[in-house]
């Protein structure tokens, strides 16, 4: 069983905290509890808090700050609720009157390990979870998928051609409507699989890039209406960063590139990319904030990977395991009132009353 951290290094809020002492510049999350990324092995952060906790409140204050501790910080916000906005963004909203879209077929360029044909295995796997495709119609994807490639002028033996515009999902469905009148009876199964998902018509639009704002938000909150799109949404962008900031190479020092923000985590809890961005994203400048309001909607992977933990106020129910998963003693955890937080970074502990988002904007 998981032991608590030590009382002697868990400091409470108010008094000075010797760690702190030694840091110059940060972010300060409440009291004398001051964040520095740089500090750290990681820059990841894992944060839980049950509905009135100051969850979003703690997300916003710390994207809100990023920019002043790196003034060359992108941030990009995947807002399943609409509430992460914040001052001299884009925000683009996704819903079907939206002009904005998202194209999980874009190619990752890198030779080592991109290219249609594994892009076409990748998008067939997160059409797998998210839609609960079988092994039959997950196999018929990645041909459909491939085909589309290969209209578009696009080889897997050929990289130069990786550049050329990549299909939509209007070529998809023309690809598997053409089917369906050949005959192809998986393919008639596969269409009514995926008939919500090209209703919608969120990835034909055009993708506006991700990286020509400092500030970007994709406002997902429409898409929850239509199982498995938010999740396809979120893996196709998460995937793009993950592809593009490894294309750009290791960093040299350890300020990040980028940070992501996820609030309500679950949505990608079992996605393969975020592992590897929580896994191997720091050597690229890339890192994650994730957040949730229930324990079990966040992964092992993403405790285990992340340097930093936020444990706000959480449903009775789940102090207990919050506090092994956390390690943090139980009765820490059970009294933590509102914009109460309990954070972990590296090895030690501490104990503050959050400044929130709403406070930083005065």
């Given at each position: 069983m998981a032991k608590p951290l030590p009382p002697q290094i868990l400091q409470p809020g108010g008094k000075k905290n010797p760690?702190?002492?030694?840091?110059?510049?940060?972010?300060?999350?409440g009291d004398n509890v001051v964040w520095n990324p740089t500090s750290l092995p990681n820059a990841h952060v894992v944060l839980i808090g049950a509905s009135g906790s100051g969850k979003t409140q703690t997300l916003k204050a710390l994207a809100y700050e990023l920019p002043k501790l790196f003034p060359d910080i992108h941030i990009l916000s995947i807002d399943f609720h609409g509430d992460l906005e914040l001052p001299n963004e884009t925000c683009y909203p996704l819903n079907m009157e939206s002009p904005y879209g998202i194209n999980p077929l874009v190619l990752d360029?890198?030779?080592k390990g991109g290219g249609p044909a594994l892009q076409a295995i990748a998008v067939a796997a997160v059409f797998k979870k998210a839609l609960l495709l079988g092994a039959n119609q997950e196999g018929l994807v990645i041909n459909i998928l491939n085909s589309c490639y290969t209209v578009k002028g696009i080889a897997q033996d050929n990289p130069t051609s990786w550049e050329k515009e990549p299909p939509t999902f209007a070529d998809v469905r023309e690809e598997i409507e053409s089917r369906i009148e050949d005959g192809c009876k998986e393919s008639q199964k596969l269409m009514l699989k995926l008939a919500a998902t090209f209703q919608y018509g969120i990835f034909d639009k055009p993708q506006p890039p991700l990286d020509e704002s400092?500030?970007?938000?994709?406002?997902?909150?429409?898409?929850?209406?239509?199982?498995?799109?938010a999740a396809i949404a979120a893996e196709s962008l998460i995937k793009q960063l993950m592809d593009s900031h490894r294309i750009m190479g290791e960093i040299s020092d350890k300020?990040?590139?980028t940070f992501v923000f996820v609030d309500e985590c679950k949505e990608i809890k079992q996605s393969?990319?975020?592992k590897i961005l929580l896994a191997d994203g720091r050597k690229?400048?890339?890192?994650?904030v994730l957040a949730s309001q229930r324990d079990a909607e966040i992964s092992d992977e993403a405790i285990a990977n992340s340097s930093t933990k936020v444990v706000l106020a959480v449903d009775q129910t789940e102090v207990s395991r919050v506090a092994k998963r956390f390690r943090f003693a139980e009765n820490l955890v059970s009294q933590l009132?509102?914009?109460e937080a309990l954070v972990r970074m590296g090895t030690e502990g501490h104990r503050c009353k959050v400044k929130p988002y709403y406070e930083r904007v005065k």
């Amino acid at each position: 069983m998981a032991k608590p951290l030590p009382p002697q290094i868990l400091q409470p809020g108010g008094k000075k905290n010797p760690a702190s002492s030694t840091i110059k510049t940060g972010i300060v999350l409440g009291d004398n509890v001051v964040w520095n990324p740089t500090s750290l092995p990681n820059a990841h952060v894992v944060l839980i808090g049950a509905s009135g906790s100051g969850k979003t409140q703690t997300l916003k204050a710390l994207a809100y700050e990023l920019p002043k501790l790196f003034p060359d910080i992108h941030i990009l916000s995947i807002d399943f609720h609409g509430d992460l906005e914040l001052p001299n963004e884009t925000c683009y909203p996704l819903n079907m009157e939206s002009p904005y879209g998202i194209n999980p077929l874009v190619l990752d360029l890198d030779t080592k390990g991109g290219g249609p044909a594994l892009q076409a295995i990748a998008v067939a796997a997160v059409f797998k979870k998210a839609l609960l495709l079988g092994a039959n119609q997950e196999g018929l994807v990645i041909n459909i998928l491939n085909s589309c490639y290969t209209v578009k002028g696009i080889a897997q033996d050929n990289p130069t051609s990786w550049e050329k515009e990549p299909p939509t999902f209007a070529d998809v469905r023309e690809e598997i409507e053409s089917r369906i009148e050949d005959g192809c009876k998986e393919s008639q199964k596969l269409m009514l699989k995926l008939a919500a998902t090209f209703q919608y018509g969120i990835f034909d639009k055009p993708q506006p890039p991700l990286d020509e704002s400092p500030i970007i938000r994709f406002d997902l909150s429409a898409l929850g209406k239509v199982p498995g799109l938010a999740a396809i949404a979120a893996e196709s962008l998460i995937k793009q960063l993950m592809d593009s900031h490894r294309i750009m190479g290791e960093i040299s020092d350890k300020i990040p590139r980028t940070f992501v923000f996820v609030d309500e985590c679950k949505e990608i809890k079992q996605s393969r990319t975020i592992k590897i961005l929580l896994a191997d994203g720091r050597k690229y400048g890339l890192s994650a904030v994730l957040a949730s309001q229930r324990d079990a909607e966040i992964s092992d992977e993403a405790i285990a990977n992340s340097s930093t933990k936020v444990v706000l106020a959480v449903d009775q129910t789940e102090v207990s395991r919050v506090a092994k998963r956390f390690r943090f003693a139980e009765n820490l955890v059970s009294q933590l009132q509102p914009l109460e937080a309990l954070v972990r970074m590296g090895t030690e502990g501490h104990r503050c009353k959050v400044k929130p988002y709403y406070e930083r904007v005065k």
